[in-house]
């Protein structure tokens, strides 16, 4: 496979995750932490440190924005639901 086709390809499953994740607005950015290690932060602070690397300027709240969909504060005011005692104990217990 070369280059250029690795490159779309990679570009096409990101697209299809970030989707994904727009659509599941149920599943919180903790419980993603607490199974998978990264959340959607993650994916958008790895989103700007690419666009660093590239020489481009785009600050946080865009590359969180190209992430969620939309501003920050309003996914968070939309979905975001405080956490239960479970998940902040798992969360000690695999980030702490």
């Known amino acids: 496979m070369d280059d250029a ?12 995750l ?7 607005t149920d599943v919180q950015n903790i419980d993603l932490m607490n199974l998978g290690g990264f959340c959607r932060n993650c994916l958008s602070r790895w989103y700007q440190e690419a666009a660093a690397e590239r ?23 939309r979905y975001q ?4 005692d479970d998940q902040k104990a798992a969360f000690a217990r695999t980030h702490g």
């Not at 086709?5 to 299809?16: D, I, N, V």
């Not at 989707?19 to 599941?24: A, K, N, T």
């Not at 020489?55 to 005011?77: F, H, N, S």
């Open 81 to 84: 639901t405080d956490a239960s």
């Open 18 to 24: 970030r989707d994904h994740l727009r659509d599941r």
């Open 55 to 77: 020489g481009l300027d785009l600050d946080k709240d865009q590359a969180r924005e190209i992430v969620y969909g939309m501003p920050y504060e309003d996914w968070r005011a």
């Open 5 to 16: 086709t690795r490159t779309e390809l990679e570009a096409a499953a990101f697209r299809r």
